[in-house]
């Protein structure tokens, strides 16, 4: 159903201050990188929420599929001796 | 007879894969999970879903121009760089909800296409004219605040994009209801006639704020199934009587008088009781027959006519970039460059 006359779809990713990574704010259509970058100004920072913006072609995105998050993600499931709350340690050890 | 079987044991694979999709989807809702675009959901929920967040999206652009109507007029520079700014917030939160709505396979194109042929509803709110500037303000208490009360509970919608859309509008909006009501107290306090005109302005307002609510539950299409998708968390009844019970002491405050002598705090039910609704009015405006429907479409379809050069120029100005090699990119590589 996507049309063929709306502009390229581009994510918005915000930094919100210096120290921190950039996060997914949202999407927007616009004609090129340029004219994505001034919208996403206007649109996700009308407030100073950010002082870096990226935006990326929703087209350049590979996602994972939900249909396979089970098998996907399954691998990490039973492996709970990665956490470090798996381990017992005594009472009154400290710095560990 | 080989190729029906072989269809009716597909028929019979696909259904037996759809109700275990489906089982997925009611666990997701009933344990308060989001729903993610490229999940499998129902297509009622999907269709339910375009319809409410197109008419929401739709409401916020179709809102600019009411309120757009004053700001060549407002009294201070003060009050028109408000006006300004929320309007222009009007338009971002019309953005969120559009890109929000095309995450289910609706496009821009075909939401603004059905928005322009009537297709498409947008608050009926917005049919009303904004004949003095206490209405700017009463706008901003009521209308606002309405949303505000219908929003909040949005936030914890199923459907995760509109969730996160609605999170960003509520904080938005607390600045429109309080510009609003700090307006009207200025009139409120100010000359009698200024006092007269605050006053007019919320005996025309408050009526039609109700009504955004939406129809009494028991005659309203969508609420049962609406609740049970978890995509609303409260009746239409029972967010208007909260909208009013909010109101009047805010109302007192303002030195303003809700025209409807049928309030009264009941002590039974912890609530305020209001009198009758004139849902012919709504009902009315609803089909078209409010007293800007006409104006405000035709408005609309002439912004997107009359804008439709910039946006041919923009795509010629990107097309002809795309065709010259070493330019793509080079907006990117200067915002890391400054990160």
């Not at chain 2, 039974?268 to 007293?291: C, M, R, S």
Request: charged share 25%; with cysteine.
């Amino acid at each position: 159903m996507s049309s063929s006359t709306d502009w390229p779809l581009w994510e918005v990713f915000v930094r919100s201050r210096r120290g921190l990574s950039h996060t997914h704010a949202g999407s927007l259509h616009a004609p090129d990188a340029e004219m994505a970058l001034r919208n996403a100004r206007d649109l996700y920072t009308r407030r100073s929420e950010g002082v870096s913006l990226w935006v990326v072609p929703s087209t350049a995105i590979t996602a994972s599929s939900p249909d396979e998050k089970d098998s996907f993600f399954e691998p990490a499931g039973d492996k709970p001796y990665r956490h470090p709350t798996f381990y017992e340690i005594p009472d009154g050890v400290k710095h560990l | 007879m080989a190729a029906v079987t072989a269809d009716q044991k597909t028929q019979g694979t696909a259904d037996t894969a759809d109700a275990e999709h489906l089982a997925a989807f009611d666990a997701a809702v009933a344990a308060d999970d989001r729903i993610e675009p490229r999940d499998w959901m129902p297509e009622a929920y999907r269709a339910s879903l375009v319809r409410q967040m197109a008419q929401h999206a739709h409401s916020e652009i179709i809102g600019m121009q009411p309120e757009a109507n004053w700001i060549s007029r407002a009294p201070s520079l003060r009050r028109k760089a408000i006006l300004m700014a929320k309007v222009q917030d009007e338009a971002g939160h019309g953005l969120y909800l559009y890109s929000a709505a095309e995450t289910l396979g609706t496009s821009r194109e075909e939401l603004l296409d059905k928005l322009h042929a009537g297709r498409q509803r947008y608050s009926s709110i917005f049919n009303y004219p904004t004949l003095t500037w206490a209405d700017v303000g009463a706008i901003g208490w009521l209308v606002d605040g309405a949303a505000i009360t219908n929003q909040v509970p949005l936030c914890r919608c199923s459907y995760g994009p509109y969730a996160r859309a609605m999170i960003r509008i509520c904080k938005e909006e607390s600045f429109h209801q309080r510009q609003g009501y700090e307006l009207l107290l200025a009139l409120s306090r100010g000359t009698s006639a200024q006092h007269e005109m605050a006053q007019d302005a919320v005996n025309r307002w408050w009526w039609p704020s109700l009504m955004m609510f939406g129809p009494p539950d028991d005659s309203s299409a969508h609420s049962a199934q609406s609740m049970a998708w978890k995509i609303k968390r409260h009746s239409n009844d029972e967010l208007r009587r909260r909208f009013v019970d909010i109101c009047v002491p805010q109302a007192e405050a303002l030195g303003l008088t809700l025209p409807d002598p049928d309030i009264r705090w009941n002590e039974d039910l912890g609530q305020h009781d209001y009198g009758a609704i004139d849902w012919t009015e709504f009902q009315e405006v609803l089909k078209g027959n409010g007293p800007c429907n006409e104006q405000r479409l035709a408005q609309r379809r002439m912004a997107h006519e009359e804008g439709a050069w910039v946006r041919d120029a923009a795509a010629a100005y990107a097309d002809k970039h795309a065709a010259r090699p070493g330019t793509a990119g080079a907006a990117a590589q200067h915002v890391e460059a400054t990160a």
